[in-house]
């Protein structure tokens, strides 16, 4: 006898699969079609768990906005960390989410992003906001325990952090991820923090 899926089990397919078909096909060729056949259901189905498409994609930001704030929670637990290691967690901690779901990069860049969902794109800007904040608290703290060069702004060096992810994913994405985004990551951040470093 088949067991019914809850509406959350039922939600958390469909963002699951809309992961792995903007991954595949790109964010805007992803249609409810696509969607509600790559978990079984009907168009009909599908929109009593998500009324309208742009729902989908903002529930998909919801998704990744929790992976970030999971990862940035367990950087900050470390409190024996120094803030260089701390920091050095966080920045790798979003590649790694970024190599387990590739499609966050086309997500970025998508049309739906950047002209047609308005929420969707003030969800990311919030994540991306607090993810410069943490890295920023970082480097003040770094500064602070005489780590960092004081005559630098955190806030500065926070956003060249944030570019070098961002190149960095997509440059892995153009390049067929036939490299290692977390290798790479660690070689080029390490070359960044020689110029932080006292």
């Known amino acids: 006898m088949r067991t ?16 792995k078909l903007a991954d595949e096909y790109g964010p805007d060729r992803v249609t409810t079609d696509t969607l509600a056949g790559a978990v079984g259901l009907t ?34 637990r470390r409190v024996h960390d120094t803030p260089e290691e701390r ?6 901690g979003q590649l790694r989410l970024i190599q387990s779901f590739p499609a966050i990069p086309a997500l970025l ?16 800007t919030g ?12 480097v003040t703290e770094a500064q602070n325990a005489g780590l960092f060069r004081a005559d630098l702004k955190p806030d500065d060096v926070a956003y060249l952090l944030i ?7 997509v440059r892995w994405s153009v390049n067929d991820r036939r490299f290692s985004l977390v290798k790479e990551g660690e070689r080029l951040l390490d070359l960044q923090l020689q110029g932080l470093r006292i």
């Open 87 to 92: 920091l050095i967690r966080l920045v790798l």
């Open 163 to 169: 570019a070098l992810i961002q190149g960095l994913a």
């Open 43 to 76: 168009q009909p189905g599908l929109f009593r768990h998500f009324p309208k498409k742009q729902d989908i994609w903002e529930s998909v930001a919801e998704y990744i906005g929790h992976q970030m704030q999971k990862r940035w929670a367990s950087t900050e």
């Open 4 to 19: 019914r899926k809850t509406g959350e089990e039922r939600k958390a397919e469909v963002i699951s699969a809309a992961l």
């Open 109 to 124: 860049f998508s049309r739906e992003l950047m002209v047609e969902n308005k929420r969707l794109r003030t969800i990311f």
């Open 127 to 138: 994540f991306l906001e607090r993810f410069h904040e943490h890295l920023k608290n970082c």
